[in-house]
């Protein structure tokens, strides 16, 4: 017996065209089946937003179908709300089905977050490493199964954006890009490693186009439904102006040092446009960069600007650094050395979680929180500064072409 | 001709007006961050302020480009001081929320920089002295620089007569606030500006002759200015602009860390000056960085009313800017050697 299953483990298994020892197989089976099970067991918590939120739109969908999109009671981008509609459609309960749904995304982004390390590193031990820690990571397991939210949805759109600018499919990665966009304004967070690639010459002007089609493929149906247009195209600027009771909400950033409660509709002007000026400075400074564009770059520029913007625009939420914790695994699989910067990102993204949904201040001040999310902006922002001095790393990419983005 | 090759030709294509040659992508980036600033200054309930103020917070962001420009050829480094300086947050609280005018002093002072370096030989040793004890007699927040121009004179970039012109104008104008300032019953040692004080303490003793912790304060700086000009005497500094913005920058920390009745305007000028640091030393970054932070969030007291974190806290972090500085300014004299030599 023993020995069959020894044997077993070191035979190789195909699923498609992947093939995996037996071993591999099979913790990749009990990470899945263990994440399936703490999310089953979950998913009956009711947190505030369904009860405030999603349930009375899901009434309003219920009560008036398809024609209740014609209303101005939500503030989401029309395609979750479709999402919802939909599942006003199923026979099963709402929020199940809702986190359902949602707990899918997360597999399947933690795939392509495995296939993103396999593309940069090629292994397959990172690959599956990365799989499970996204699985596993607290603010994962809370966001869908927990409170009911939906980041993963434009999370996983980003993630396989960027999965297909790496493969060099650019029209595929810039039709997810715009998908994310017509889902989250979130999405735009990162927008500038776009505008860097377009320097670079990887993306083309026309790619960009994709942004706006899908915003307004995504407006579309809800447009039909009989929500007028103007409302529709202003729907992202409506959501910036709520929230407005504080300047950081439960995120630790600048605001938390300097003050969250005062200023709160001019620090929204200036806090933007301050924004603005420093995203302009880096810019213009990558710009001049001598840098090869790898994978790793490209990976690095998603977690600093995802860093960098939160850290200064206002009103920021505790789960707006969702997709930068995904991005900063991928990038603490390909750097081994920066994983201590992962595991405090997760912890400072998960104490915001835990005082929403305990209802209880954290024991550490997020003041301090903040300081440390500034010294994790920092160590990345250095990384970044260093890529292209790094003479050892260059020659090593100059003699290995997979590490680039072919141009 | 493909629209994203022209594009990406123009960004770095370069362009000459006259003596000025510039690439489209520099001149986007004046123009642009120099809107970006203007609109950073509009949300405010009081608005712009007057348009002298905000010609002052330009001249300075335009000296200290040159400035840099002086010091290291850099054209891009220049263009970035200028963008960094007219969208720094100290600058927006001072001038905007506050309707101070900190930016006259620091714009005054980089022009005296701007003469100790442009002008080589006494011309430009005088010009500096000329305005620097200007500033001196204008506020005694500048007093800090008194010992940065003393490092100056032991390392013979000031002669003994400008030092005794600036050591003038700085004495008189420190001796008339402080004879005024001891005798005028304030309830504060520190107005929002994060020092020694909010470590210790900052309620002011009342019904009292004398205000023992102000006067040991002022007596305590000036006994360690002495004792760190004595050491710093012991060996030599190079002066490189480097070196002399890290002089000025950590006399002028290291005064205001003790100095009592110091307001938030005292960390403008040292913002400014951190921020030129940064782009002669790079690899410094934490210093201007830190130095904010702790710059604004004396700032964010004074018109909030309270702070999001103790002020402690920043004085903590300014006290090891400051620690770090000095320990730099010693590494460059050499002291350390010469200390263990003549012991």
Redesign the interface.
Known sequence: MDRYIRGWMEKEVSIGKQKLQGEEFLVLTVLTVLAVTVRVLVRSFVADDWSIYWSSWLLELETKGFRALAGNFYDYAPPVMYLLYLITLLPINAMTAFKGFCCLLEFAGAAVIAGIVMECTKSRRRAQFAYGLFLFLPTVILNAAVWSQCDIIYTFLILCSVFFLLKDRTWTGMWFYGAAFAVKLQTLFIFPFLVILWVRRKIKLKHFATIPVMYFLGIFPAWLAGRPFSELIGIYAFQGSKDRWSLSIKFPNIYQIIGNQHFLDEYVSAGMYLVLGILMIVMFWMAYQQVRVTKEYVILMVVFFGLLTTYFIPHMHERYLYLTDAFLLIYAMIRRRRFPLFIAAGFLSVVGYAEYLTKKAPAVPYGILAFVQLAVLVVIGLDLYRFPQCRAEREKLDTEEEGRIPG | MN??HM??EL?FRKFRLGKLSFEF??AL?AV??TG??Y??R????KGIPHWTYVLAEWYLALAAAVLIQCFTGSR?KA??TY??L??L?AA?ADGTILRGNACVGALLFLCALLFLERFRGQSGAWLFTLVTAALLLWSVKYAGLLIGCAVLWQNRRLRIEQLFVLLAAGGARFFAAYRAWLQAGYTLLTFHWPNIYEIVGKEAVQNQPVEPAAVIGLFLTMGLSVLLLYLLGMGKIEMTPVQILRIFLFCGLFAGYFLPYVDQTYGYLFGVLAILYFMLAPGE??VP?LLQ?VI??GY?EC??G????PMA?FSVIQFLVTLWLGRRLLEDSGVGRVWRVKS
């Open positions: 629209v994203d594009l990406r960004l992508l520099e980036l642009c961050i970006a600033a609109l950073l509009t949300p405010f309930e891009k263009l970035g963008a960094v007219l969208i947050p927006v970054f934490l960085m932070i604004y969030a964010q018109f909030n309270t702070s999001m974190m806290v």
